[in-house]
């Protein structure tokens, strides 16, 4: 079968890797598909407006729904893909605290649903579950395939549970269905809630005179964090592979919050210290140290390989966010 012939379905298409994987994809001559959900922001269809813009859209939208079982069997029935990614969730580990009930019904049970739908209609499809580094939790840095999972969120306990979930529809029906443990991954397109945006975000503010000061969390929760760019790119790969496969996707360097406060005002000149407040409220009731990939696994069987340094990513992020502010860059 050739990739021009290629069908995909995206969960969560509007999001960060939703819309990176979807020009992926089409970059490949899929013909892709992704859902939507009828209550979605207009600042999430941003990331694909250019995607469905005039009379022929190259990405193709419907409504639909993880809580949803039969809008579910019904999309798949209808679409008939050959892949089907889910990146769809409650995907804020600090909002999780909040809604741990409804973390646990999208992010959890909601796979199920998926796979479900799946096995109903064509169990030849193959599927890709957005794992998260957030499983590991406390347990000690590097991370990798053999390390025991130790979640500390809504999140990541929902995330556990979405991960042997499709273990065991591959392992029980003999579905193709992976794993991508995926460390953080960032990108201009990340929504302003996450850590590395709210600070790019917030030196086009400062920049503008919108705000007086930034108000932050943790400082020294360190990640191991890349482009999402680069590892929607594995995503498709795991999907290539002849057996599924479950494996981590990082680029074994972790750097502190501090880190990043360095390197983004560094890009204006300016010193974080004189801008940012640090706000006990915006503590995790129970926090992540350190997350650090061991992604040796991925680079032996994929032959994948992170393409965009720590620096030009936290570069490309305020660049973009001054751009977005009309700001002008800093000499």
């Not at 029906?173 to 917030?202: C, M, Q, W």
Request: hydrophobic content about 40%; some cysteine; charged content about 25%.
């Amino acid at each position: 079968m050739t990739m021009a012939s290629k069908r995909a379905l995206i969960t969560g298409v509007t999001g960060q890797d939703g819309s990176y994987l979807a020009e992926h994809l089409l970059s490949l001559d899929y013909e892709v598909h992704g859902t939507i959900r009828t209550t979605s922001s207009d600042t999430a269809w941003s990331r694909i407006a250019h995607l469905v813009r005039g009379d022929r859209p190259q990405l193709l939208l419907h409504a639909a729904d993880l809580g949803d079982s039969h809008s579910l069997i019904r999309l798949i029935a209808k679409i008939e893909p050959h892949e089907v990614y889910n990146l769809a969730a409650q995907a804020h580990v600090r909002a999780s605290f909040d809604q741990p009930v409804h973390t646990g019904d999208i992010t959890g049970l909601g796979v199920v649903r998926l796979l479900e739908a799946i096995r109903a209609t064509d169990p030849t499809i193959r599927f890709y579950q957005a794992s998260s580094s957030e499983m590991f939790g406390s347990t000690p840095a590097p991370q990798n395939e053999d390390t025991p999972f130790h979640p500390r969120s809504p999140y990541g306990v929902a995330k556990v549970y979405a991960y042997w979930a499709t273990i065991n529809a591959r392992e029980a029906y003999g579905l193709h269905a992976s794993n991508g443990i995926l460390f953080n991954h960032e990108s201009p397109r990340r929504g302003r809630e996450f850590v590395t945006r709210k600070i790019t975000d917030g030196i086009a503010r400062l920049l503008k005179g919108e705000i007086s000061v930034l108000r932050l969390g943790n400082l020294d929760t360190c990640r191991d964090w890349g482009h999402a760019r680069d590892y929607v790119a594995a995503m498709h790969l795991m999907l290539r592979q002849d057996e599924p496969v479950d494996l981590v996707i990082g680029t074994g360097e972790s750097r502190s919050v501090r880190e990043f406060l360095d390197a983004a005002f560094a890009v204006v000149n300016l010193d974080w210290r004189d801008h940012v407040e640090i706000d006990s409220i915006l503590y995790r009731p129970a926090e992540v140290n350190e997350l650090r990939a061991d992604a040796t696994q991925a680079r032996k069987l994929l032959g994948w390989e992170p393409h965009t340094s720590f620096a030009e990513l936290v570069e490309e992020m305020v660049c973009a966010d001054l751009t977005a502010h009309g700001v002008a860059k800093k000499p």
